[in-house]
């Protein structure tokens, strides 16, 4: 396991926006998305965003917010509103400079998510996996469910990309 000093998340802040699009497009360029379409999930739920530092500089980030399972967000578009009943913990991005891969800070930060998501009583979280992390989020829990009312939506990420699931309790 590589090892950094100083490798730790923290709060997101709007003035870390810069940051995170810059990032986004290193770690994700066939998934673009625009600068306000992150923010707002900032704006959104600012309880589920975080900056990954290394050193105190960005080298990774994560969104995410309640949401309806079953469904999933598309890309690269506002969301104008979180739904009203929401019934599943949604990781929008998770998003990680190669720098920080091999460190554990994925894994790190989905256990404080699932925490978070226990702890305001979701069944669920969800997700979309992409660049080939089906692996990764297996290990996290999740399991690829078939949903074929998703397909256009995922097909919009890349034709490999799994909805993905995983119960809490």
Known sequence: MIQFRDVAWRAMTGYDFGAVFDIANKVHPGFFEAEAVLA???????????????????????????????????????????????????????????????????????????????????PTMSLVAVNGSVPFWEKQGFVAQDRPELEDKLAAYEDAARYMVKALG
Request: glycine share 10%.
């Open 40 to 122: 707002e999930k900032f704006t959104l739920y600012r309880n589920g965003c975080y900056l990954l530092e290394v050193g105190e500089k960005p080298a990774g980030y994560v969104l995410s917010h309640p949401w309806t399972l079953g469904s999933l967000p598309a890309l690269d578009t506002l969301l104008g509103q979180l739904p009203a009943n929401p019934d599943t913990y949604y990781i929008h991005d998770l998003a990680l400079l190669p720098l920080t891969r091999g460190v554990g800070a994925a894994g790190k930060i989905v256990d404080s998510l699932t925490k978070h998501a226990l702890a305001m009583s979701y």
